[in-house]
């Protein structure tokens, strides 16, 4: 028995006839590998670079699952070094007891950047004077439980100055002129961060 190839079977023709029948189907394999790819790189940069629809998204405090379900509203005042004017006004209103009972209270917590818009000789001058203090603490407390959702619903309530805070919504959730920028949820009521004090 002979071990000769076939007549007509050249190994260089053989290569060549694979080649040719297998080049378009390795090259669809592969582009279909690498077009999926892109694909997929293209729609997470989408995601990655995709803006919310809902400009009150970030008031949302359930995306910090369990922040404060276990602070009283004074702890996070005085846990967060953002609220470190505000709390200092607390103290020297006598207003930390209450905001550290069973509540249920709203509190709008200006920011040390809110207090930051007060001219610095009108801020030392309320640290100065107890009675107005009190005044403007007050005046960021409502008692009962406000929520974000209550407040897009245009609910509102008294604060413990008496006055009715006035909630709009103008593009941002607002409490007068100051805009509201995160809401924490706490054991005993509610903190909604905002950018200006309510004088």
């Known amino acids: 028995m002979s071990n000769q190839s076939a007549p007509g079977m050249n190994p260089l023709t053989v290569v060549l006839g694979l080649a040719i029948t297998l080049g ?3 090259a669809l394999s592969f582009g279909s590998k690498y077009a999926d790819e892109e694909t997929i790189e293209r729609a997470r940069a989408g995601l990655a670079n995709a803006k919310p629809a809902d400009p009150f998204v970030g008031l ?9 379900a276990d602070k009283t509203l004074s702890d996070i005042t005085s846990g967060a070094a ?3 004017q505000l709390q200092a ?8 007891a209450m905001l550290n009972g069973d509540g249920p ?11 930051a818009r007060i001219p610095p000789h009108q801020v030392d001058a309320l640290m100065a004077d107890p009675e107005a203090l009190k005044q403007i603490v007050s005046a960021h407390i409502v008692p009962g ?6 407040l897009l619903q245009g609910r509102s309530g008294a604060n413990l100055a008496g006055q009715k805070v006035p909630v709009g919504i103008e593009g941002n959730l607002k409490v007068g002129e100051a805009k ?15 950018d200006r004090v309510m004088l």
């Open 24 to 26: 378009p189907l390795t």
């Open 60 to 68: 949302d405090s359930t995306r910090v699952l369990g922040y404060g």
């Open 82 to 84: 953002i609220f470190s």
């Open 89 to 96: 006004a607390i103290t020297a209103a006598g207003a930390q």
């Open 105 to 115: 209270y709203t509190l709008f917590a200006p920011s040390n950047d809110a207090f």
């Open 145 to 150: 439980h406000l929520s974000t959702t209550d």
């Open 180 to 194: 509201v920028t995160q809401t924490i949820n706490a054991k005993n009521g509610i903190v909604h961060v905002i």
